[in-house]
């Protein structure tokens, strides 16, 4: 792979506007993918051998797999009204049919599945809300599948992060299964900015500096995280949303802190 930075590409017939396998990725674990669709447009896929869980990122929809029906559900008509989206999740080895009922911008979440859990919605009243650090550090978060609650592999949070702010910091990492000290996580960040000609700045690097890759972010760009600490910071006038999926061999979220940094969390 030239680049950890993953561009949108046109929309295919079923509104895929960004796609990342483990095969292209390079890894194990983790698949994202983004569709956006117009009202009355319709996605059918399946799961295959992968657990998925597809978040409504902006748009109202009704989702179907096999008996189960979830009618015209979502609230948000942009991610930036900040308020906790719809979602489903789905088991490995089932069908599903997305219906857009108005314009619908999803994000589909997979990793491998076991058929340990039925599907379910997510409903936006079962999300966690949090903010976390101070100052300059502040961002808010929401929990949509944390490991407290039922999956095989995935792990999925969405951040907002105000203008001028920091985020993923002090850099850590999540890179060694090292149980309880570190867990191996594979993730993607799907960035998105208000307003939207902005950027941001995401940095993946190493200790030995082994992988060191510092990437403009734009609207709707994904930025792989293999390894290495993965700091984020928005520029000043413009706030940023990203979309977090991690996996990988145990389902547990535990980071390392870069020691050169950690200094500042004592203050």
Known sequence: ???LR????AADDQGCVLDVTPRSAGWE????????LSAGQCLEAHTDDREHCLVLLSGRATVASGEQRWDNIGERMSVFERVPP????LPDGVGYRVEALTDLELAVCSAPGHGGHPARLIAPGQIRRSTRGEGSNVRHVHDILPETEPADSLLVVEVYTP???WSSYP???HDVDDLPRESRLEETYYHRIDPPQGYAVHRVYTDDRSLDETMAVENGDCVLVPRGYHPVGAAHGYQLYYLNVMAGPRRVWKF???PDHEWMLGQ
Do not use: L, Q, T
Request: aromatic content about 10%; hydrophobic content about 30%.
């Open 6 to 9: 993953i561009r949108p590409h």
């Open 163 to 165: 203008a001028g702010n």
């Open 29 to 36: 674990y983790v698949g994202f993918r983004v569709h956006r």
């Open 86 to 89: 719809h979602a489903v999740y």
């Open 256 to 258: 390392h802190n870069d």
């Open 1 to 3: 792979m030239e680049s």
């Open 171 to 173: 850099p850590h990492k």
